[in-house]
């Protein structure tokens, strides 16, 4: 709480309405709630369905709202004579222009100072991400054993999300990717009924939550054969993963990392087929700051999370990515993913 008002002292206090930010400054989820986050403290406004169990379980104060949930809101910051509320600029439209109505309050966007906040991870938030990624490393491990010629990717991708809550994840991190063939060209692929068959690559892009924090993997296979093309190309991403690697500490600039990775696929002659950005942060969202690319100018922190994900992608042919999710230390990165990344011919 008082990094945020360390970032932003022009705030008395600050409403946070959105789920992911909610859980990160009080470590509870609860919907269609509020929490008004004081310099001293957290107020959290919710309904009959959560108000026992946060009130028994943690240790904010909790105030049951019976009515109108910004009205109980307003009657708070009014108690507490807040002139001056910091917000979320992704709430729904409804409730920013309920925010408007607030008299005698003045609104301040703080989104980039949560953005900020969120993005340099904490050990409590580290350790649940290894979690993470451990149950991702087995789950992984255990679905080799069932893939086999004539299973469709939908099959695969719905036996993985099992095996991640079987091995202890909450649920999946997103909608799991199982690329078959020619489907491993699309980056973002959704898995269909297509069917393995011999000398088929086989991509998957998935990740596990836990406690609502989530990771990021891809692993790429080739089934009973390897062709000299995908040798070829595998070892380019496969370099070009650890060239990224190697590169991220603290103190880099997000787009000289993101340079460094798409340097290496240019000098080998693929730069066309690198048709997205090196990578992005992991933490509540699956997708957060800060991100990888050639846009991006700030400089990477210490306990930053990124992904490291270079891939190639031969329309109509077949797409190789491999991906891990990296810790930023001061003077060098350490991978959370640890399932091998050497070319595995199922």
């Known amino acids: 709480m008082n990094n945020l008002f360390n970032l932003n002292s022009d705030i008395d206090a600050a409403i946070i309405l959105t789920d992911n930010n909610r859980l990160y400054f009080s470590g509870y989820h609860a919907d269609d709630s509020a929490l008004i986050v004081f310099k001293d403290r957290n107020v959290l406004v919710t ?19 019976e009515s109108d949930l910004f009205e109980t809101v307003h009657n708070i910051l009014k108690k507490n004579k807040v002139i001056n ?41 580290i350790d649940l991400m290894q979690k993470a990624n451990e149950i991702c490393d087995l789950s992984l491990k255990n679905l080799l054993t069932l893939i086999k010629e004539g299973v469709t990717e939908k099959e695969l991708a719905f036996r993985l999300d099992n095996l991640m809550r079987l091995n202890g994840a909450d649920k999946e991190g997103f909608e799991t990717i199982v690329a078959f063939g020619k489907n491993s060209a699309v980056p973002h692929h959704k898995s269909d009924n297509t ?15 836990l406690c609502g924090y989530k990771c990021d993997m891809t692993r790429t296979f080739a089934y009973k054969n390897v062709s000299d093309k995908v040798a070829e190309i595998y ?112």
């Open 85 to 125: 509320l910091g917000f979320e600029n992704n709430i729904l439209f409804n409730q920013y222009r309920k925010l408007t109505d607030f008299k005698n309050i003045k609104l301040f966007d703080i989104s980039v100072d949560i953005e900020n906040l969120r993005a340099i991870k904490k050990s409590n938030e």
């Open 235 to 346: 070892n380019i991403v496969y370099n070009a993963n650890i060239e990224g690697i190697n590169f991220a500490s603290a103190g880099v600039a997000a787009c000289d990392l993101h340079n460094k990775v798409f340097d290496y696929i240019d000098k080998k002659g693929y730069k066309n087929y690198f048709t997205h950005s090196t990578g992005h942060g992991v933490g509540l969202e699956i997708h957060e700051a800060p991100f990888v690319n050639f846009k991006n100018k700030n400089i990477l922190s210490e306990n930053n999370v990124v992904t490291i994900e270079p891939g190639i992608y031969i329309d109509g042919l077949f797409g190789i990515r491999i991906e891990d999710m990296i810790l930023i230390g001061k003077n060098s990165s350490r991978s959370f993913t640890g399932f091998d990344k050497k070319l595995l011919v199922l």
């Open 195 to 209: 069917e393995l068959n011999f000398g088929d690559i086989i991509l998957i892009d998935f990740g596990a939550s």
């Open 47 to 65: 309904d009959k369905r959560y108000f026992s169990e946060a009130v028994k379980n943690n240790s904010f104060e909790t105030v049951l709202n």
